[in-house]
């Protein structure tokens, strides 16, 4: 089973899961929000998937970050502004054992169907 993290009124997030329920790719999905994911599970997605590949920095989250979190980004503080504003994960994220995808991309879409 596929673990799918995102947000519920993320537009992505919910073509995604319509696309994995019409694929007949059985998943679970996850608010991140209500999830209370800790810095140890976003760090391994970072270590997995790149923590740049993870890091959302399109979102009205990120630029309300002060300028100063922003210039200083690396691995360990992306980790902890991750934690503390989940909306800084971009989405959705996809949890197939042990391999971590993010977006939804065609390369995500082609490796979740197979």
Same mark, same amino acid.
């Given at each position: ?5 995102? &947000? +519920? +009124?993320? $537009?992505?997030?919910? #073509? %995604?899961?319509?696309?994995? !329920?019409? /694929?007949?790719? /059985?998943? *679970?999905?996850?608010? =991140?929000?209500?999830?209370? &994911?800790?810095?140890?599970? =976003? %760090? !391994?997605?970072?270590?997995? @998937?790149?923590w740049e590949t993870l890091l +959302? ?11 100063? $979190? #922003? *210039?200083? =980004?690396? /691995? %360990?503080?992306?980790? #902890?502004?991750?934690?503390a504003h989940p909306a800084l =994960? ?19 879409? @082609?490796? &979740?169907?197979?």
């Amino acid at each position: 089973m596929i673990e799918v993290y995102g &947000l +519920n +009124n993320c $537009d992505t997030c919910r #073509k %995604a899961r319509k696309w994995l !329920s019409a /694929e007949g790719v /059985e998943h *679970e999905f996850h608010d =991140i929000r209500k999830a209370n &994911l800790d810095d140890k599970v =976003i %760090a !391994s997605w970072a270590g997995k @998937a790149g923590w740049e590949t993870l890091l +959302n920095r399109r979102g009205t989250t990120w630029r309300g970050l002060s300028a100063q $979190d #922003k *210039e200083s =980004i690396d /691995e %360990a503080s992306a980790v #902890k502004l991750m934690t503390a504003h989940p909306a800084l =994960i971009k989405r959705p994220v996809f949890v197939t054992g042990s391999n971590v995808l993010v977006g939804f991309t065609a390369d995500v879409q @082609a490796a &979740l169907a197979s």
